[in-house]
């Protein structure tokens, strides 16, 4: 299974509602539609695109899949923040009919999943509107790096 994640777009530095409420500015949104320009551009959109409920990621999801023309996302609460790596790669494992899947949530739990399928050693740092894509090679938790596309980059590449 191909794995990609989206680290949900720039939002409000803070909310009367709290952090989950926090909603995306419009740089987020355009963070969101530049990741689906260009994984459409590579032939690389999701199969299907699951995400956190916390708002800034529904957002960021919504925004995603309505950019790449795909149905909508699903929402699941084990993708809100304070994900763990095992407890990623056991819900993914309902997903096999899926070769892509895409979901879009939080730091730091997209550092530690990816640190975590690649052996324990990987320090990564996953930006704002950033792009990752990971090759899992079940039944391990293994995986291989494919790429790892910061906004910064991605937006040139537009």
């Known amino acids: ?52 409920p916390v708002i800034r990621a529904k957002q960021t999801a919504n925004t995603f899949t309505s ?8 929402f699941l609460d084990w993708l809100a923040c304070g994900m763990s790596p095992e407890t990623a790669l056991a819900e993914l494992g309902h997903f096999p009919e899926f070769e892509r899947i895409m979901i879009v949530g939080h730091e730091p739990d997209f550092s530690r999943l990816i640190s975590h399928c690649l052996g324990g050693s990987a320090d990564t740092e996953v930006r ?17 790096l ?9 937006k040139h590449l537009d």
């Open 1 to 52: 299974m191909q794995l990609l994640l989206l680290r949900h777009g720039k939002a409000e530095d803070s909310s009367p509602g709290g952090d989950f409420t926090r909603e995306l500015k419009e740089k987020g949104h355009e963070q969101a539609r530049h990741a689906a320009r260009i994984l459409a551009a590579a032939d690389l959109l999701p199969d299907l695109v699951l995400s956190s």
């Open 128 to 144: 704002k509107g950033s792009i990752t894509c990971l090759d899992l090679l079940p039944p391990s938790p293994r995986a291989t």
């Open 67 to 74: 950019t790449a023309g795909m149905p909508g996302p699903i």
């Open 146 to 154: 494919r790429f790892l596309l910061p906004h910064k980059l991605a």
